[in-house]
């Protein structure tokens, strides 16, 4: 038997539960992942309370949770030729990641398999996936370029997180948005921090009296109206937040979209220190309500983590 989080109907994280399933094993095209960490998204509490969300994703009850994992490679496929028993690798798999063990396919094109690099741990590996992925989109969608100033609407969340930095390292200076106990964080970052709520689009006038020339907006729609407010053209608007008819023309996004190689590049960048994972709080699978009792606060500084080995250090 192995462990797994598992919800029987649709709700709060009072329906995530704890149990004993059978052990699953790779098939021959397939491997199998001993999971280390799983990484928390909005995505995963979103499928777990939203029955509408769920079935745009395929998700039916009774249904694992959790998508972003890493961790060891424990059994391999006849067919599988790219990896092998020993292999540290990270992913994504929806609806199933928080458990003990995960089969996957291991030339899926969808969710593809990746080689962990031996000096990112695997709490960080699976961090990376979908707040990566849907960073990168999300800029590459306004194209961001060297010396141009850059609004991040809900700058210090997953998603922002790597945003602010990938942007930072395009060359760009960013504004971004959040409350008052997220500056610090923000700076760190590497991003000028601003308020949001009324009036945002004045002060963001303020802190760039030489305008602002794209922005992507990771959180509601009120950095759209002040990004349309601002003046930015609404091809040169990004969000993941607003659906997928936003206003005005604004340029709807997500991780599908990122450009290629995108976490080969992220890696890259933070195994040369360029980049950072800021990970807020890490928990054991037995707590994985609070786990998304705390991301579900909105208030959350970096990622959030579920560990299920020893492996994740």
Same mark, same amino acid.
């Given at each position: 038997m192995s462990r797994a989080i598992i919800y029987t109907s649709f709700g709060g994280p009072e329906v995530l539960e704890l149990q004993d399933i059978a052990e699953p094993h790779a098939g021959s095209d397939?491997?199998?992942?001993?999971? /280390? /960490?799983?990484? *928390?998204?909005?995505?995963?509490?979103?499928?777990s309370s939203m029955p509408e969300m769920a079935a745009m994703f395929g998700v039916t009850l009774p249904s694992g949770f959790g998508t972003d994992f890493a961790? $060891? +490679?424990d059994e391999v496929g006849s067919n599988v030729k790219d990896f092998q028993i020993g292999d540290r690798v990270f992913s994504g798999a929806i609806g199933r990641a928080v458990a003990d063990y995960i089969v996957v396919n291991a030339s899926s094109p969808m969710e593809p398999l990746h080689h962990t690099p031996s000096d990112i741990s695997d709490v960080i590996a699976s961090a990376l996936p979908i707040a990566g992925l849907t960073a990168d989109a999300a800029l590459s969608? +306004?194209? %961001?370029?060297?010396?141009?100033? %850059? *609004? +991040?609407?809900?700058a210090a969340g997953g998603v922002g997180t790597f945003a602010v930095q990938l942007a930072k390292l395009a060359g760009a200076t960013v +504004?971004?948005?959040g409350s008052e106990d997220s500056f610090d964080y923000l700076r760190q970052l590497g991003a000028i921090p601003v308020?949001?709520?009324p009036g945002l689009a004045e002060r963001? @006038?303020? *802190? /760039?009296p030489q305008g602002v020339d794209a922005a992507t907006v990771l959180v509601g729609t009120e950095t759209i109206d002040a990004a349309l407010a601002l003046g930015i053209s609404p091809d040169r608007i990004s969000t993941i937040a607003a659906g997928p008819n936003p206003p005005a023309g604004v340029r709807a996004t997500g991780g599908a979209q990122a450009s290629p190689g995108a976490l080969d590049r992220i890696t890259a960048a933070i195994r040369s220190g360029e980049l950072v994972v800021p990970i807020a /709080? $890490?928990?054991?699978?037995? @707590? $994985?309500?609070?786990a998304v009792i705390l991301q579900r606060g909105g208030h959350v500084h970096g990622k959030v983590v579920i560990t299920l080995s020893e492996k994740d250090s």
């Open positions: 397939e491997v199998r992942v001993r999971v /280390a /960490a799983a990484g *928390l998204n909005p995505m995963d509490w979103k499928l961790g $060891t +490679i969608a +306004i194209g %961001v370029t060297s010396g141009e100033t %850059v *609004l +991040i609407g809900g +504004i971004g948005t308020t949001y709520g963001v @006038r303020q *802190l /760039a /709080a $890490t928990f054991p699978i037995e @707590r $994985t309500r609070e």
